[in-house]
């Protein structure tokens, strides 16, 4: 361990969570390396939603303002919920359950979290293979070392966790998911998600009008389907389902099999090393709150280290890992295990699909809304 000066502290991953994170740290007074695999930093054609934890969590990171600046002052107008592909509404989302998220193009995101790294050195095309302690190998045979702390935020196949003494490794879902932006503004009246059997279809509006879509389709995991099959596979669903499926180019579809950790972490660090975000945790999108977790990692993370790294006090580091992991695992966990539960009755088929939509049905929109309301009532 270094004796004295700035702690230095190396990112893997400049995804949502370390870059967040990155920049918060350095405004903290770190000094932070950024390690990301990637050599650009290219558009990713598909939609997020921010809910209310992770806007509180982007607040603590001083980047509330900054992602603000890129979503809707407020929710889109009309009725979000659950519906049939007929049209007809299972589920209505209550008002408290909805005010406070927004969806945001993927890419707008990244930029304006980028632009709040001042300071922050950046490495891209660097693919790290091995982490411990001190640094990481990158795939060239490079050591990057000399850190106080290395912190992985590499995503759902994590080459920091791989160090971990018993990495569950990811596991298949059992849907792939298609995600677009349409091309133009599409008018909405409604927004939420449609439930088939074994299928399902996502809308969210974006800021400018243009709409975030979504379709899961249960599958074979080596499946890898053309986007030309959505067409078929939802057809004769409500209005605008086939509209924004033609109002997209097909190279702003992309397509991803569903996984997720196959089981729960028993710890988030490893002496200097510590996980966020999917690397952590990595959960189904079926409560669109991967993210959202991986903002609220971030923000405790520089909360619980920014008195050593003010002080340039290394002795304050461990306890500051080991209370992130005590105050991060349990909720991220709970969260990811819902998460899952969601998909399985999201993707039911048959009989399993008809029992599914009549217990939504008889559902009071406010039990439903809760569970949503509960996981947003989080503060850093
Ligand atoms: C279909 C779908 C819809 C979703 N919708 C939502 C939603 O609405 N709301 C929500 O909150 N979440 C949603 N999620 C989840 C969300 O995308 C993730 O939880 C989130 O992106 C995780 O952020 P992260 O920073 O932890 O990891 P990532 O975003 O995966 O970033 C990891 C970064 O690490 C880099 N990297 C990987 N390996 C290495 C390496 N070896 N060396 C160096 N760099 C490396 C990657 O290139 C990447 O830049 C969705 C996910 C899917 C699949």
Known sequence: MRRNGPIRVAVVGAGVGGLALAGAL???GAQVVVLERASEFAPVGSGLSLCGNGFRALDALSLGDRVRAVTADAPPPGTAGGRRPDGSWLIRFSSEATARIRVVDRTELHTALLDGLADVEIRTGAQVVAADDTGVTLADDERVGNFDVVVGADGLRSRVRAGWPADPGVTYAGYGAWRGITRRPIPLTAGGETFGSGKRFGIAPL???RVY???AI???RDARPDHTVLREAFAGWHAPVGELIDATDADAVSYLPIE???QPLPSYRQGTRVLLGDAAHAMTPDLGQGANQALEDAAVLEKL??????AHDRQRISPALGEYDAIRRPRSQAVAS????VGRVGQAAGVRAALRDAALRIAPDRVVSARSVRIQ???P
């Open 207 to 209: 800021r400018d009008g």
């Open 305 to 310: 280290l920014r008195p050593a790294i003010v």
């Open 260 to 262: 997720y950790l196959a």
């Open 338 to 341: 819902q998460a899952r539960l």
């Open 377 to 379: 009532d989080w503060h």
């Open 218 to 220: 249960s599958t074979d």
């Open 213 to 215: 879509w979504f379709a």
């Open 26 to 28: 350095r405004r903290s």
